[in-house]
């Protein structure tokens, strides 16, 4: 079952401008992962934060967490037209225990960057 | 390119046939992970394992669906009497230990039941 709830489901945006997707889960977590797939393509890990962090930057990518609401965001600068791809967050749902890296999937958001 | 790799990336095949996919995941990842992708939707858990052992499954895999990793080293999932709704993108990931830490996906193999 899908733990996350993404929103927006698409976004289309002009090259420069940021993009913010949102992300939402259900249950405890360990931590929390930002993937990238572009079409029928494999998953590329983007970013990591942990329950007990709250912001996180890699790049032009900035990722927040609020456990308290049980949600995230990822924030991409500057986009480019190679940003172009479905994003997903990941969950891993075991909270101040073991982590074994069984990941629970949000549904995606489709972001289409036009140059 | 991740180091994880798949194969085949697209399989074919009739209802009812068998069909098996291999994962060699990164050489000193002793975690390895099989997910399942259909379209729109984000990747689901299937199982795992930590080495050759398979520590968890999910209510996902039926009695058709078998996965093994005799060496620790790569993977096979086999899909027996594969049925329409079995197909999707067949993900395959690794990691190391100690956790969390970043999952790598392979590329996928993409089935398609006619």
Known sequence: SQQGEEDPQALSIQEGENATMNCSYKTSINNLQWYRQNSGRGLVHLILI???EREKHSGRLRVTLDTSKKSSSL???ASRAADTASYFCATDGHAGGTSYGKLTFGQGTILTVHP | DTGVSQDPRHKITKR???VTFRCDPISEHNRLYWYRQTLG???EFLTYF????QLEKSRLLSDRFS???P???FSTLEIQRTEQGDSAMYLCASLAGPLPETQYFGPGTRLLVL
């Open chain 1, 50 to 52: 942990r329950s007990n």
């Open chain 1, 75 to 77: 924030l991409i600068t």
């Open chain 2, 16 to 18: 009812g046939q068998n």
């Open chain 2, 41 to 43: 939707q984000g990747p």
């Open chain 2, 50 to 53: 930590q080495n050759e052992a």
């Open chain 2, 67 to 69: 996965a093994e990793r």
């Open chain 2, 71 to 73: 060496k620790g080293s």
